[in-house]
């Protein structure tokens, strides 16, 4: 039992590419208050909401606009640099050339018929249960979408959250928003020397149930995990699921990358577990799935009590999705399971098969010049060590992987993602000597990364 305070702080974040937040509403005033000199002249209520002070910056705004203004190589933000399966296209051809007038209209809010018919029939074998599509699955504007739905759906003020980390970003803000306390517990890792894995970083079970306590509403997991890309066992999330029984939490099992499992690592669902189905809400991702992320489509599947706030809270905020994408959505998941006993046709596993190689060559570029990959067994980003490099220090307060990750853009025009954004501030220090890379591109980028790298670190021995 957790039987220390939490002081609530404000984390220092990065950003999401091309948009820029606010800052005005919240810049402080002479008299110390959170309001605009030029606001408080017209009235005082003329600003933003105070539950989402301190959720302004986003680390992929930041650091994709970093990318652009310096023309980087951009291994940072997580899409590929090729198109969908040719399938998958002419499904969202066909869905807006159709001579259904249905096609361009409004449906169903919580989605579209024929797309939560074929997730029911997608997930149930998975996670074991026989699901309804209408009352077990809520569709939603990406996995982003969906977690946003659950987390203001199902949590109240006051109540407490655990995130296991690395977490991804919108976790903290989003529980921060829903007024909850989140308590954090990291991986840590067990090995640095020599080739390492990311199945080399652990939980530590007393560290893991010292954040819980009975205020405990809800665990968040994500497996595969980015930004280490670590696939659990089913020991360790037997761990997380006995914990979630023991405190009668909610388990939001953040999934977006399970089919990108490598080697013989298995991903398993949490909610399959023994007690598990009627408290774990399941976030998959049709811009994961079938690298479309730009169609931002996301889904949660769970038990008719944990769903039904999702849906509710779904239909108020942005009512539904357009239809064309969802009826696109729906028949490429259809014919990827025509295709499931047919592995080297169906992209649900042939992408992985695709992508190995390209996280191998990754690997291999960055050792070849010093580097250390944490070999992810899941996913698509790898963490690389940086430790010991020397890079001119810009002065500022950020950390160390921000710096590094902003001086690599700028002079060697080569993007990343500084991975301490994943972290909560008592734990940043794990992350500030990584860099995160994304390995689904064309192998000709990758490549080009190599050769960055080793035109820099050939000059530094000179």
Same mark, same amino acid.
């Given at each position: 039992?957790?039987?220390?305070?939490?002081?609530?702080?404000?984390?220092?974040?990065?950003?999401?590419?091309?948009?820029?937040?606010?800052?005005?509403?919240?810049?402080?005033?002479?008299?110390?208050?959170?309001?605009?000199?030029?606001?408080?002249?017209?009235?005082?209520?003329?600003?933003?909401?105070?539950?989402?002070?301190?959720?302004?910056?986003?680390?992929?705004?930041?650091?994709?606009?970093?990318?652009?203004?310096?023309?980087?190589?951009?291994?940072?933000?997580?899409?590929?640099?090729?198109?969908?399966?040719?399938?998958?296209?002419?499904?969202?051809?066909?869905?807006?050339?159709?001579?259904?007038?249905?096609?361009?209209?409004?449906?169903?809010?919580?989605?579209?018929?024929?797309?939560?018919?074929?997730?029911?029939?997608?997930?149930?074998?998975?996670?074991?249960?026989?699901?309804?599509?209408?009352?077990?699955?809520?569709?939603?504007?990406?996995?982003?979408?969906?977690?946003?739905?659950?987390?203001?759906?199902?949590?109240?003020?006051?109540?407490?959250?655990?995130?296991?980390?690395?977490?991804?970003?919108?976790?903290?803000?989003?529980?921060?928003?829903?007024?909850?306390?989140?308590?954090?517990?990291?991986?840590?890792?067990?090995?640095?020397?020599?080739?390492?894995?990311?199945?080399?970083?652990?939980?530590?079970?007393?560290?893991?149930?010292?954040?819980?306590?009975?205020?405990?509403?809800?665990?968040?997991?994500?497996?595969?995990?980015?930004?280490?890309?670590?696939?659990?066992?089913?020991?360790?999330?037997?761990?997380?699921?006995?914990?979630?029984?023991?405190?009668?939490?909610?388990?939001? @099992? +953040?999934?977006?990358?399970?089919?990108? &499992?490598?080697?013989?690592? *298995?991903?398993? %669902?949490? !909610?399959?577990? $023994?007690?598990?189905?009627?408290?774990?809400?399941?976030?998959?991702?049709?811009?994961?799935?079938?690298?479309?992320?730009?169609?931002?489509?996301?889904?949660?599947?769970?038990?008719?009590?944990?769903?039904?706030?999702?849906?509710?809270?779904?239909?108020?905020?942005?009512?539904?999705?357009?239809?064309?994408?969802?009826?696109?959505?729906?028949?490429?998941?259809?014919?990827?399971?025509?295709?499931?006993?047919?592995?080297?046709?169906?992209?649900?596993?042939?992408?992985?098969?695709?992508?190995?190689?390209?996280?191998?060559?990754?690997?291999?570029?960055?050792?070849?010049?010093?580097?250390?990959?944490?070999?992810?067994?899941?996913?698509?980003?790898?963490?690389?060590?940086?430790?010991?490099?020397?890079?001119?220090?810009?002065?500022? @307060? +950020?950390?160390?992987?921000?710096?590094? &990750?902003?001086?690599?853009? *700028?002079?060697? %025009?080569? !993007?990343?993602? $500084?991975?301490?954004?994943?972290?909560?501030?008592?734990?940043?220090?794990?992350?500030?000597?990584?860099?995160?890379?994304?390995?689904?591109?064309?192998?000709?980028?990758?490549?080009?990364?190599?050769?960055?790298?080793?035109?820099?670190?050939?000059?530094?021995?000179?």
């Amino acid at each position: 039992m957790r039987n220390f305070p939490l002081i609530l702080r404000a984390r220092k974040g990065g950003i999401n590419a091309w948009s820029q937040p606010c800052i005005t509403c919240f810049t402080k005033s002479a008299n110390n208050s959170m309001i605009s000199d030029h606001v408080r002249t017209m009235s005082s209520k003329l600003t933003g909401s105070n539950r989402i002070k301190g959720t302004e910056k986003n680390i992929w705004v930041e650091f994709g606009k970093l990318a652009v203004e310096n023309q980087a190589l951009n291994l940072g933000q997580g899409f590929p640099d090729f198109k969908p399966p040719q399938h998958v296209i002419e499904e969202m051809a066909a869905a807006v050339a159709s001579d259904n007038h249905l096609m361009h209209q409004y449906t169903r809010s919580s989605g579209h018929p024929r797309l939560v018919s074929a997730l029911s029939k997608l997930y149930s074998p998975l996670i074991g249960q026989k699901l309804d599509p209408n009352t077990n699955v809520s569709v939603s504007v990406g996995a982003y979408g969906a977690l946003f739905c659950a987390v203001q759906g199902l949590i109240n003020p006051g109540d407490e959250a655990v995130i296991i980390e690395p977490y991804f970003d919108c976790y903290e803000p989003m529980v921060k928003v829903a007024g909850a306390i989140p308590y954090y517990c990291p991986l840590r890792p067990t090995k640095t020397e020599g080739v390492t894995s990311s199945g080399d970083w652990k939980l530590d079970p007393k560290e893991l149930e010292s954040k819980f306590s009975e205020k405990t509403k809800a665990v968040f997991i994500n497996n595969p995990n980015n930004p280490l890309g670590k696939v659990f066992t089913r020991e360790e999330l037997q761990m997380v699921a006995d914990l979630c029984i023991k405190y009668d939490a909610i388990c939001l @099992s +953040d999934e977006v990358y399970e089919w990108m &499992v490598y080697d013989d690592n *298995k991903h398993i %669902k949490i !909610a399959s577990l $023994p007690g598990m189905w009627e408290r774990t809400v399941t976030i998959g991702s049709a811009g994961k799935t079938l690298s479309a992320t730009g169609w931002k489509l996301g889904w949660g599947v769970g038990p008719e009590h944990l769903v039904a706030p999702m849906q509710v809270l779904h239909q108020n905020c942005t009512y539904n999705c357009p239809t064309p994408v969802q009826e696109a959505v729906a028949g490429a998941l259809e014919h990827e399971m025509n295709l499931m006993d047919k592995p080297d046709q169906c992209y649900f596993f042939s992408l992985a098969k695709e992508l190995q190689p390209k996280r191998d060559m990754l690997a291999r570029l960055c050792r070849e010049v010093g580097l250390s990959p944490v070999v992810p067994q899941g996913g698509y980003f790898m963490m690389v060590n940086t430790a010991g490099l020397n890079f001119p220090d810009d002065g500022t @307060s +950020d950390p160390r992987d921000f710096k590094f &990750v902003k001086w690599m853009t *700028k002079e060697l %025009k080569l !993007a990343a993602i $500084p991975p301490s954004a994943f972290y909560h501030k008592e734990h940043k220090q794990l992350g500030e000597n990584y860099v995160r890379f994304c390995f689904i591109k064309k192998d000709e980028t990758i490549a080009a990364a190599g050769d960055i790298l080793k035109k820099w670190f050939s000059s530094t021995k000179k």
